[in-house]
């Protein structure tokens, strides 16, 4: 890599000296006046180029349009909705929760209370224990 970053350098140099031997910079004008084209014009002005005297390509008459199919239309299918059972409005459901004990309780940190740290602690120390 090191050889390749040095060569770099010598590289732009003769390709220097060579355009300085060709004389590349020998027809040059004035900075910022640009190179001379044409009579009156220079190389940083648009140049207009004449249309082409015939078309790339001649067609005979209309060029229809592509048909394209149609897609099979299906008759709408009717959504006829489920009858769902009666389910009661309140279900209460009781589980049992280990109780925690108070020394569990002051090992985890009281800012990780309600929050995933809290739960991940206690599941530790239950762990433990």
Partial sequence: MLGVAMLAPAILAGGLMVGELT????EAQEPGAGMAVGPGTLAFEPIYVP???RPDLIYEGIVPRMQT???VREAPVEVVPE???EVPATVRRVVD??????EQRDRCPGEWEETWLWELCLANLRDEG
């Fill in 23 to 26: 004389g590349y910079e020998a």
């Fill in 69 to 71: 199919e149609d897609p």
């Fill in 51 to 53: 249309a082409p005297l």
């Fill in 83 to 85: 009858v769902r059972a």
């Fill in 97 to 102: 929760l280990p109780a925690e004990q108070p």
